[in-house]
Nanobody, 118 residues
Framework: QVQLVESGGGLVQPGGSLRLSCAAS????????MSWYRQAPGKQRELVAA???????NYADSVKDRFTISRDNAKNTVYLQMNSLKPEDTAVYYC????????????WGQGTQVTVAS
């Protein structure tokens, strides 16, 4: 059983910063990808950033140069540092853990709200 617990969301003014965390617990396969998705009201869930167990990263164009994804493999935790936040970054942010290999199992966190408003 794998569980993901997110934290760090909240209300921030435009131009501000937030740091999201997602801690995974349970039976974690060492070769995996941890990623952040977001879903705004009335919109589809979209990939924000991803990082594999070897440190390879990938970002959506809309967040490049503003967001940074990182991970601590010893703690099975992924972080998303969000700077220069814009109102259009407002969404529920979800953490996802995907195992690489034959099973390709995937797990989601419960989501954390990020609101960017003055």
């Amino acid at each position: 059983q794998v569980q993901l617990v997110e934290s760090g969301g909240g209300l921030v003014q435009p131009g501000g910063s937030l740091r999201l965390s997602c801690a995974a617990s349970g039976s974690i396969f060492r070769f995996n990808v941890m990623s952040w998705y977001r879903q705004a009201p009335g919109k589809q869930r979209e990939l924000v950033a991803a990082i594999s167990s070897d440190g390879t990263t990938n970002y959506a164009d809309s967040v490049k140069d503003r967001f940074t994804i990182s991970r601590d493999n010893a703690k099975n935790t992924v972080y998303l540092q969000m700077n220069s936040l814009k109102p259009e970054d407002t969404a529920v942010y979800y953490c996802k853990l995907t195992f690489l290999g034959p099973s390709s199992a995937a797990y989601w966190g419960q989501g954390t709200q990020v609101t960017v408003a003055s």
